[in-house]
């Protein structure tokens, strides 16, 4: 008995039995009346040979953890007491814990601290019409599963659950408002283009004969999915460019969700475009230029303001910055006003996107009245020349009353501020996701250059060594050397991936990799010699060649980190 006595920790009786050479049920019925006396402090657990007996003082400080860890963290890992010797935690917490407000989870229980925060943060979503991923705010323990069931046990009404996402039926509205004005626009197309489009929309007509009336359902279902707005793959593309801080499994369940919701829209929209094509056309042309005034007015704006970073480049920089804004975002303005006012004309426009190429652009250009089509052309050619203000000139004057009809308001102290503010986060935001070593360096340098200039600037990726070159006078020496060396790794890792894709096109054109490969060991020899020595062997130039740019991208990557961290720094010191 004094091995039991003695006992600190959960002990098997077998062992002592064996030991002992006792009587099974002799041996028992002693422990079982000591204990049962008190003389013996804890308790016998299992029968027989399979008894464990566990001395209070063990069950003491096993309590006395727990409850301690539970008072501090507010939560209790199921793994975590099973390695304390308790089998069943599930029977614990609820035999001990069962006046405390705790939620079982797959992995752990949580109490009402925790329960509060998360609930806090579920509410502020839902007030704010976002969403709120809740297995961050769940203890490190917790799985994604955990957060489902915390969703399911949760308390608060009207909300939406999408996987331990939690969101509101206003969130979803706000998504569908994305797409408002792209369906309002491609229904007035798809209706002036093909007005029996419309007829497809009705039901079937009713009949006596039932094979006519499983043919014309036949025939409704086939034209429902002809019609269809979008497919969810596109409608993921417009998420994850709208709301991109927002989970890939998110965005697709609610691309999946808002999708049948945005074909009736869209079939409602369609309706309405056929009522204002059958109202005067004067209710249809000022609805098309109320949207086209609003669109023409963000871009204005927009280029307005990158057209105020040019000044700070010199050269052949310079003409490249006013070629980049003519090419992208002064293009976009053009093919607005010709969209505009080839509806306005009753000309088709053949394509369905968005954007026209040029070609697109001349042919419909040609088909308008002579004096419309001379400013068109003449605005048209702005854009191949190497001057914004040029452009800016003429497309006002194109937007004047002759053609078009739209006013260009001067820019707006509040909103430009609120543009740059919005424009600059979103860079961040990208930062924050880019992976590729030379979009990083290139949006880095972007929001610098704003930074210290408060200038946005819309630049293509040639222009970075001359970012970099006015950003030395702003910059700290340190993060100037880091951004000169990290453009230098691009470079050479630029260089080094076409080299090395000219030298197998050379080497496939001519035969020479074959022969290289039958001369057997000497080759690999001779190519380890020679990265060994740094010296440049004919036969080992190949190989060291094609690990060149594996090498340079290593470095690249790990270096990645130090480039972002320099916006970043600037963030927090703002």
Not at 452 to 481: D, N, W, Y
Not at 528 to 539: H, I, L, Q, R, V
Request: glycine share 4%; proline share 5%; with cysteine.
């Amino acid at each position: 008995m004094a091995l039991v006595c003695f006992a600190l920790r959960p002990t098997a009786v077998s062992p002592i039995l064996a030991r002992g050479g006792f009587q099974d049920n002799l041996f028992h019925s002693v422990l079982r009346e000591l204990i049962s006396a008190g003389e013996l402090k804890g308790a016998l657990h299992g029968r027989l040979e399979n008894a464990t007996f566990i001395p209070d003082v063990y069950s003491k400080m096993q309590k006395k953890w727990i409850d301690s860890f539970f008072a501090s963290n507010s939560y209790l890992e199921f793994d975590a007491m099973r390695r304390l010797g308790i089998d069943d935690p599930i029977l614990y917490i609820k035999n001990h814990y069962s006046n405390h407000d705790v939620i079982l989870l797959n992995t752990c229980c949580i109490g009402y601290s925790i329960q509060s925060q998360v609930t806090a943060a579920i509410e502020e979503a839902k007030n704010s019409h976002s969403w709120v991923d809740v297995l961050p705010l769940l203890p490190s323990p917790c799985i994604a599963a955990d957060a489902e069931t915390f969703l399911n046990k949760c308390s608060i009404r009207d909300i939406l659950k999408y996987e331990g996402i939690a969101t509101c039926k206003e969130f979803m509205h706000a998504c569908m408002a994305l797409f408002t004005e792209m369906m309002e626009t491609r229904a007035l197309q798809d209706v002036s283009k093909n007005p029996s489009l419309l007829s497809e929309l009705s039901s079937p007509t009713k009949g006596s004969d039932k094979r006519d009336k499983k043919r014309s359902a036949r025939q409704a279902d086939r034209k429902t999915v002809e019609i269809k707005f979008l497919d969810v793959p596109k409608i993921i593309s417009v998420l994850e460019q709208k709301i991109p801080d927002c989970p890939p499994e998110f965005i697709e369940a609610v691309a999946q969700d808002i999708q049948r919701p945005l074909t009736e829209e869209y079939h409602k929209a369609l309706e309405v475009s056929f009522d204002l094509m059958k109202k005067p056309s004067g209710v249809q042309n000022r609805k098309l230029h109320a949207a086209l005034e609003t669109q023409v007015q963000e871009l204005w704006m927009q280029l307005k303001l990158f057209e105020k970073a040019i000044p700070y480049f010199e050269g052949d920089s310079r003409v490249q910055a006013h070629k980049y804004l003519l090419s992208t975002l002064c293009s976009d303005l053009v093919t607005r006003v010709v969209r505009f006012v080839a509806e306005d004309h009753m000309i088709p426009v053949d394509t369905q996107e968005i954007s026209l190429t040029l070609e697109d652009r001349i042919k419909i250009i040609g088909q308008l009245p002579p004096a419309i089509s001379k400013q068109l052309k003449s605005l048209e050619t702005t854009l191949r020349g190497k001057d914004v203000e040029t452009f800016s000139q003429k497309f006002e004057t194109v937007c004047g009353m002759e053609c078009c009809g739209v006013f260009l308001k001067k820019p707006d102290k509040k909103k430009e501020r609120h543009l740059l503010f919005t424009h600059r986060q979103s860079l961040l935001g990208k930062v924050e996701q880019e992976e590729d070593p030379a979009m990083t360096l290139h949006l880095v340098v972007v929001i610098l250059f704003q930074q210290f200039t408060g200038c946005m600037l819309h630049a293509p990726g040639r222009m970075v060594p001359s970012i970099v070159t006015i950003l030395g006078t702003h910059l700290q020496e340190e993060e100037q050397k880091i951004l000169l060396s990290f453009q230098q790794l691009i470079i050479k890792y630029i260089t080094a991936v076409r080299n090395m894709e000219e030298a197998k096109r050379s080497s496939n054109a001519n035969g020479s990799e074959p022969q290289k490969l039958e001369t057997g060991e000497g080759t690999a020899e001779t190519a380890k010699d020679s990265e060994k020595e740094g010296m440049a062997e004919s036969n080992g130039g190949d190989e060291q060649t094609d690990n060149e740019p594996t090498v340079l991208l290593s470095k690249l990557n790990s270096e990645l980190p130090i480039v972002k961290a320099i916006v970043l720094k600037t963030k927090k010191d703002q």
